[in-house]
T-cell receptor
Framework: SAVISQKPSRDICQRGTSLTIQCQVD?????MFWYRQQPGQSLTLIAT?????????ESGFVIDKFPISRPNLTFSTLTVSNMSPEDSSIYLC?????????FGSGTRLTVV | AQSVTQLDSHVSVSEGTPVLLRCNYS??????LFWYVQHPNKGLQLLLK??????LVKGINGFEAEFKKSETSFHLTKPSAHMSDAAEYFC?????????????FGTGTQLKVEL
């Protein structure tokens, strides 16, 4: 199965700034996904990112706050914009291969 | 629409005793079901998956799960718990609508293993 390298693994950011998270997959995948895991909670899908098209956002998430890029079949980025303490979470990317899904190791974001 | 309910937020067992983590699902289509484990400060690891083949699915580290359509359940079991099994476990459903791309996660079950 695919292996995903996600970075940074953690960061502490000032409110009002932006952070871009990167995910690199070791093989070509059609679909990538971005999730948020708030403290003590489960994973919530932010958006689905297909190469060559706009990302599809879930209810409650908007492109201005979470812009996503998918320039090719092995790479994607998620930006958390104009951060506030409420954005403190773990952010994970995922890729689908066949019937399976692989996850990055996550980015633990703390906004102060 | 699809959803998954993990019936226990915390489960505590003694080392060497059986583990049962309960999961019920709801799906409008033929679902694919997964169990993932998340150790502290680690990424998600796939334990096992059901994709319409055998209803009893064997996974890694001695875990298995049985898909029961009549009960809409996909409970995770292990005959004998090990200290290293202590982690958060997520039951996940993906239905076949639109290619079955969207995963819906349960709220998680924290497994504690005591000596």
């Amino acid at each position: 199965s695919a292996v995903i390298s996600q970075k940074p693994s953690r960061d502490i950011c000032q409110r009002g700034t932006s952070l871009t998270i990167q995910c690199q997959v070791d093989s070509q995948v059609t679909m990538m996904f971005w999730y948020r895991q708030q403290p003590g909670q489960s994973l919530t899908l932010i958006a689905t990112a297909n190469q060559g098209s706009e990302a599809t956002y879930e209810s409650g998430f908007v492109i201005d706050k979470f812009p996503i890029s998918r320039p090719n079949l092995t790479f994607s980025t998620l930006t958390v914009s104009n951060m506030s303490p409420e954005d403190s979470s773990i952010y994970l990317c995922s890729a689908r291969q066949g019937h399976g899904y692989t996850f990055g190791s996550g980015t633990r974001l703390t906004v102060v | 629409a699809q959803s998954v309910t993990q019936l226990d937020s915390h489960v505590s067992v003694s080392e060497g005793t059986p583990v049962l983590l309960r999961c019920n699902y709801s799906s409008s289509y033929s679902p694919s079901l997964f169990w993932y484990v998340q150790h502290p400060n680690k990424g998600l690891q796939l334990l096992l998956k059901y994709t319409s083949a055998a209803t009893l699915v064997k996974g890694i580290n001695g875990f298995e799960a049985e898909f029961k359509k009549s009960e809409t359940s996909f409970h995770l079991t292990k005959p004998s718990a090990h200290m290293s099994d202590a982690a958060e476990y997520f039951c996940v459903v993906s239905d076949s609508a639109g290619g079955g791309n969207k995963l819906t996660f349960g709220t998680g079950t924290q497994l504690k293993v005591e000596l």
